[in-house]
Each structure stands twice: as C-alpha cells, then as structure tokens.
C-alpha cells in the first residue's frame, strides 16, 4: 500500500485477523509451529531460574507467555504487543493464571527500565518490525547481564532445491489457507514479510553486531523456522 508506513500495515493486519489467528497459524504450518514454539518455550523455561522474569516481545494473542507462564509458576512473564485485537485474545486466555501481565507498547521502544528482565523472547515478531537491530538492542537493553534473547521466526530456506515449493506454497496455497477469502491480502502480508526478511546467517550476524555473545541457531523444516539465541554479557 502506497503511502502506508509497515507500523501501520502489520498493525491493520493483526487488528483484522486476531480472533482467527491462533488456529490459522496451526493450519499453515500444517501443524508443526507448535513443535517449534516448543523448542523455544522448553529453552526458556531451562535457562531461566526460579524467581525470574521474562519478557515475551511482539506476544499477539499469548501463546508464548501463557505456555512458559504454565509450565513455571515461579517465575513471572510479561507480553507486549502493539496491537489492542491481538492483547485482547491473550487476557481472555491466560484469566486463570497469576504470574502473566500484559502491557500494550512498541519493540522499538521497549517502555521498561534497563536490566528489568530475566530473559526476552520474540517469537515470529521481529519479521514484522520496522528497525531489526533496534528490537534486538531494545531486548537486550532490557535484561539483566547474563540474560538470553530468543527470536523464533520464519525464514526463506537457503537450499535451491526446496525454495520453489516453499515459494509455491507460500504464495499461493497459505494466504487462502490461512484467511480464507475474506483474510486472504492480510495472510498474503505474513508471505512478503518473510520474503523480504533477513536470511538465517544475516540474523545470526545482527544478535553478533548488537553485543550478543555464545550466539546459535537451530533450524527446522529446511531452514523455513529458525530459533536463534544469544546472552547479553
């Protein structure tokens, strides 16, 4: 859209599709995004110690948070996202736990002191920002030294091989999956968004150039999701 800053295209795009998005995400990745969120909800849950706080960066409707909030009521988890629709969904699943806040706000601009948390985890967010090096700064700024930051996200696979059926299927066959016919522009946005994202080893480099240490990545599905990590010192 001509004219229309990326803030305010992903923000009309989650505003439009957060009451279907949990299920939708399941469709799309045939079922395998909760695998990988696994992996790096048991990360979190591993590296960070009783007492702790962690901050779930870009947390749409939740799933991240509620998910480590459950498996450790000893620590307290906070998500942010930018979007009202998508908070929405998170409050309304997570009524029943009490180690869970919400807050409304931008990745760019992180409105929590330096050194606040324990660990910050993004999960399929850091695609959609405008300023990748400045969420990643802002999470780290935000933990105590010694703290991880986690990003789970959608990548184009490097292999020729396999890059024209992810092409096909990613492009054609996912937005309508996804949103149907009356959500399909919105699911074609997720598309171009991780077309014109950063390529595995870019964003390696990035969690490198912003002071990050003992930095890796696991990659799943041909490199399609990759789960980079790095500790501030």
């Known amino acids: 859209m001509a004219g229309v800053s990326k803030r305010e295209k992903v923000y009309k795009v989650f505003q439009n599709i957060s009451t279907g998005y949990d299920t939708a995400n399941n469709r799309i990745s ?36 509620i998910a ?9 988890v906070t998500g942010l996202d930018f979007s009202p629709a998508m908070l929405q969904q998170a409050k309304r699943k ?17 409105p929590f002191a330096d050194h606040t948390f324990n660990a910050a985890c993004i999960s399929f967010g850091l ?34 091989c396999i890059r024209p059926f992810y092409h096909l299927y990613f ?5 309508l999956l996804g949103g ?5 522009q919105e699911y074609q946005w997720l598309w171009r968004s991780t077309r ?13 150039q912003t002071g990050l240490v003992k930095v890796q990545m696991d990659s799943y599905l041909f490199g399609a999701c990759v789960l980079h990590r790095g500790q501030k010192q």
């Open 94 to 110: 997570s009524v029943s736990l009490q180690n869970t806040a919400w807050c409304e706000g931008d990745a760019m601009a992180l």
């Open 171 to 175: 492009r054609g066959i996912m937005p």
């Open 30 to 65: 045939l079922g395998l995004e909760q695998r990988w969120k696994q992996c790096l909800i048991d990360m979190v849950d591993r590296q960070t110690d009783a007492g702790g706080h962690v901050l779930d960066v870009c947390s749409g409707t939740g799933d991240i948070a």
């Open 196 to 208: 014109d994202f950063l390529r595995k080893g870019q964003l390696l480099e990035l969690f490198r």
């Open 68 to 76: 480590i909030a459950t498996a450790r009521p000893d620590i307290q």
């Open 180 to 184: 149907g016919w009356g959500h399909r």
């Open 127 to 160: 695609r959609n920002t405008s300023d990748y090096r400045q969420v990643l700064r802002e999470m780290q700024r935000v933990i105590k030294p010694g703290g991880w930051v986690y990003c789970l996200d959608s990548f184009v696979p490097d292999s020729w």
